[in-house]
Structure formats: C-alpha cells, structure tokens
C-alpha cells in the first residue's frame, strides 16, 4: 500500500547535537532526514521530533531544527512511552514515517511502541543511525520481523508526490539532486 500524505506523520527521533557526532555516518543520516522534512513541509506533512534526555544530548541539530512543528523531550527510550507522547502526534495519524538515531536503542523502542498502538510504521532506512552498523542493521532486521515496513527516503518522497503533475513536484524533485 501506497503511502498517503493525508495520513501521514514525519517522525525525527533524537537527532541531537551531541549524538549525530559519534554516529556512523552521521552527517549523510542527518541530510537524508533533511531532505525528507524538506520534502514533508513542502506537501503539508505533519513534521514531530522527539528529543532524549536534551540536557545531556543536546537540542536537535540546527540542520533540522525548523522542521518540526512539535517536538517532544523524554527520558524513556521509546517514545510512545513518555507521557507527553500521546499529544505529539497529530489527530488521525495512521502511518508514521520514522528517522532517527540511535536504531537500536530510541528509534526501536519507539517503533515496537506504535506497532503496538496499531500504527502503520515506515521505516526509512537510509535515514536511521547508530553508533555501530551492525547494530542498525539489527534494529532494522527486528522492526521488520514485527511489521515495520522498511524504505528509503526517496521512496517516501515519491509516494507522497504520487505523480509528476503534482504542483510541488519540480521542487521536491530538487531535494533530490
């Protein structure tokens, strides 16, 4: 099943300035999270973000610290466990698009938490970190063996635009590029 902008949250979880440094690949995970709330606010999807532990981690970083409209901090690694989460998503979300680091930890727990709500999850790989790729590559593993669908930011793109007549569709195109 296609993506749907109109049921559609976009989900950064903990990009912060204090952890994206020791992230693998940090830097290309951070600018594919950018790309996609670029692309989220230019076709009116809902943009959250979650911050852990801000005092010690850092705000999220100034890289996409204009996205969220939202943005929730915690101490629970999975976010859907924090008390304030169930007002960080707006009404009617059935699919949530999930970026964030660190895979196995936060954005895990945060997964497994929504499936269990009866979310749709959508998992964009090529915007999820960890300290370690293997343990990315794990935490993806398990998400999808609980029903995560896993893609990649350009998929979410395209199927939010669903056609190369969309109005928005030359400048979300150049976020490709």
Same mark, same amino acid.
């Given at each position: 099943?296609?993506?749907?902008? %109109?049921?559609?949250?976009?989900?950064l979880?903990?990009?912060?300035?204090? &952890?994206?440094?020791? /992230?693998?690949?940090?830097? #290309?995970?951070?600018?594919?999270?950018?790309?996609?709330?670029?692309?989220?606010? &230019?076709?009116?999807? @809902?943009?959250?973000a979650? %911050?852990?532990?801000?005092?010690?981690?850092?705000?999220?970083?100034?890289?996409?610290?204009?996205?969220? *409209?939202?943005v929730?901090?915690?101490?629970?690694?999975? #976010? +859907? @466990?924090? @008390?304030?989460?169930?007002?960080?998503?707006?009404?009617?979300?059935?699919?949530? !698009?999930?970026?964030?680091?660190? @895979?196995?930890?936060?954005?895990? *727990?945060?997964?497994?938490?929504?499936?269990?709500?009866?979310?749709?999850?959508?998992?964009?790989?090529?915007? /999820?970190?960890?300290?370690?790729? #293997?343990?990315?590559?794990?935490? /993806?593993?398990?998400?999808?063996?609980?029903?995560?669908?896993? !893609?990649?930011?350009?998929? +979410?793109?395209?199927?939010?635009?669903?056609?190369s007549?969309?109005?928005?569709?030359?400048?979300?195109?150049?976020?490709?590029?």
């Open positions: 099943m296609l993506l749907s902008r %109109e049921d559609s949250t976009l989900l979880v903990d990009f912060q300035a204090r &952890l994206m440094p020791v /992230i693998h690949d940090g830097a #290309a995970v951070v600018a594919r999270a950018r790309m996609l709330a670029q692309g989220a606010g &230019l076709l009116d999807v @809902a943009v959250r979650t %911050e852990q532990n801000p005092a010690g981690l850092g705000p999220t970083v100034p890289e996409l610290v204009e996205f969220p *409209q939202r929730l901090a915690k101490t629970s690694f999975g #976010a +859907v @466990a924090e @008390a304030g989460f169930a007002d960080l998503l707006p009404p009617g979300t059935g699919e949530v !698009v999930v970026a964030g680091c660190e @895979a196995h930890v936060c954005v895990q *727990q945060t997964v497994l938490g929504l499936l269990a709500r009866r979310h749709r999850v959508v998992l964009v790989a090529d915007a /999820i970190g960890s300290r370690d790729p #293997a343990d990315r590559d794990l935490a /993806i593993d398990r998400m999808r063996r609980h029903g995560a669908e896993v !893609v990649s930011s350009e998929m +979410v793109l395209f199927e939010w635009l669903r056609d007549t969309h109005p928005r569709f030359r400048e979300v195109h150049r976020l490709l590029r």
